[in-house]
């Protein structure tokens, strides 16, 4: 069989520190396991801006839509804040790669790994153990909704517009990928919107509601106004297993969950198209974090959540399941020997580069 | 002098029972302190539905608009939640006093009370002498924005619309409120919108730093993205002084705050309009939590929060700035003598009932 194909975009800050760790860990797999990968990289974000122009080229996105998964660092940074041109700012290639991917459902799990229960604000008690997993839905809603822009109103005034927007068939496909997944997990799903106020929510959890009724009454389903999911995810978020919102609830709320773990740089995420005739679907994988500007270059990022994405991408994409627990595992356990990157220091560890936690990750495997 | 003017609207669920120990401070005002308010009463949200077939009365509405201060229980609960008519929920009567009052600057502080710094399921650590304040815009963005609603697409698709729009004077106003309230406190105000995914956050983004230029340049100012905002809450939340956002953005981030301080129940608001030519400005004033209706009418929900936004109307609305500090002292010292409705109960506690609670807060005064 050919080799699978992979495309890495680095992209900006920390994306290529963290990215080279992935590298290494396919050369392992090369030597020791016998999976080969053909793997091509390019640039996207800030990167793609300062070498083309545009922060995705036509030539890298037609890459993306040839090879059978993406894994991408992260994009953006002060450099390229408040550009003239709105479609020329990193986050715009981004946006575009999950657009032009069909890549509408990204799964974020939010696990607190017990060696590092302690790195988090909230009580140990409250999040020990926790293992919930977030979709949210990733190519539409305010973020692609037309009308938008901003428009001059006479008087020196202007007008900002964006949509949101969410169609029947949108809701039905996310929320079926959410409650597969439940399936596979807790067997409950809890849905966020504000059906209260704004009618794309009550379509919202009318769908999810139906789906639920046709296909999916041996989950557990219910409903929570977006508001009261970001105050019950603080309260108690062990009362969940599966979690489904939009596009912009699922990015504050996804990032509220990432940060009550405490782990942030300990955590994936996978972002999937809708499988075609063969069953293979378009997906990227990214770490959670962002580019971090701030200590990009000094080999200080913390490797772990581009790892573990990798570990979803051998998973969902090449259902190397065996491999993937492998590298989860390393990571375990050069957790449990101590091994921290700054972001997860704690007294008594042993803070480790990027690279160090990289050495540390391939002597496990 | 002719009496201020009170509007009652006590609600839904437990509305009613925190709204009566108001009632009993201002009976103790009226008797002690010679201030005599002429208070009238109305019905919203649920109860009204139930009484006049709509959320919010033409009758009531102009009530609200005539008298000197607005004071709010809670709206919504499951026997009104799946209407048919979306125009009849119980949020649309407050959503429509919000707009029609002209609300436009939210006012939600997030502090934690000494006494109960280990309510949090945050670190003592974190969250002990917490004192932020959240300034969310109410009357615009995509709680009010048009298009809205939910059309058939055929195919028995249907597809659900929102529009989140701003102005530049809408932004301009509610900054404006933001920055004044930072001059009187810790002179931070930080800006949150996702400038890098919408327009509209760009815009507010450029008029908060036009407005800051002009007029305010002696107040530190910041941006974040609300993604990364609801992140910067968790992890260092004494990181801010004032906060101010959107309407949506506002929801959720203040719900978050408010539930990191472990006292929803003690979180008061405040709701205010633009002042006249007099200076006086409408307000509405309503707990931050909602109408509880697992609890409703059963003499446990805590009224502290409510009379706390009966002192910040004693402050806001009537310069009455001794009384407020009276009432703030006197839920102090009932909480520092160990009181504590269920919400906040903790160990070696006396757990105590609504109407207690609201015995022990006269006695104190
Ligand atoms: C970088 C930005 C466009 C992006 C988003 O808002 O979706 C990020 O915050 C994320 O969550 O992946
Ligand atoms: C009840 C609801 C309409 C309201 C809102 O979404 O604004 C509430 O959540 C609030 O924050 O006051």
């Given amino acids: 069989a050919a080799n699978k194909k992979l495309l890495f975009l680095p992209g900006d800050g920390i994306g290529p520190e963290v990215m080279r760790q992935v590298r290494r860990v396919i050369d392992w797999m090369d030597r020791k396991r016998k999976i080969t990968f053909d793997v091509s990289e390019g640039l996207v974000g800030g990167a793609a801006i300062d070498a083309h122009g545009v922060p995705l080229s036509d030539a890298t996105l037609a890459e993306a839509l040839a090879v059978d998964a993406v894994m991408l660092g ?107 997944l439940a399936r596979k997990r807790g067997n409950k799903l809890c849905s966020m919107e504000k059906a209260n106020v704004m009618e794309s929510g009550l379509l919202w959890r009318q769908e999810v509601t139906k789906l639920h009724q046709e296909e999916f009454q041996d989950v557990e389903l219910s409903h929570m106004y977006a508001d009261n999911g970001a105050m019950q995810l603080l309260k108690n978020p062990k009362q969940f297993d599966v979690i489904v919102t939009d596009n912009l609830f699922g990015d504050i709320l996804s990032d509220e969950a990432a940060m009550m773990t405490g782990s942030l740089g300990m955590l994936p995420s996978a972002s999937l198209g809708a499988p075609d005739a063969n069953g293979n679907r378009k997906a990227l994988y990214e770490p959670v974090h962002g580019s971090a500007p701030d200590i990009a270059g000094r080999d200080l990022a913390n490797p772990c959540a581009t790892l573990l994405s990798f570990a979803m991408c051998l998973r969902y994409s090449f259902n190397l399941d065996e491999d993937a627990k492998l590298i989860e595992r390393a990571i375990q356990n050069v957790l449990g020997g101590g091994m921290r990157t700054s972001d997860i220091m704690a007294p008594g560890m042993a803070r480790c580069s990027t690279t160090v936690m990289g050495d540390s990750i391939l002597r496990e495997l």
Avoid: H, M
């Avoid at 009580?123 to 990733?138: F, N, Q, S, T």
């Avoid at 037309?146 to 007008?159: A, L, M, S, V, Y």
């Fill in 74 to 180: 992260a994009v953006g940074g002060p450099k390229w804040d408040n550009p003239t041109d709105y479609t020329k700012r990193p986050e715009a290639g981004l946006l575009a790669l999950r657009k032009e991917l069909g890549l509408f459902a990204n799964l974020r799990p939010a696990v607190v790994f017990d060696a590092l229960v302690d790195a988090s604000t909230l009580k140990a008690d409250v999040i020990r153990g926790l293992d919930i997993l977030i979709v949210r839905e990733l190519t539409g809603g305010v973020y692609f909704g037309e009308p938008r822009g901003i428009t001059d109103i006479g008087n020196g005034e202007r007008r900002g517009v964006n949509t949101q927007v969410y169609t029947t068939p949108e809701i039905r496909r996310v929320a079926r990928v959410a409650f597969e």
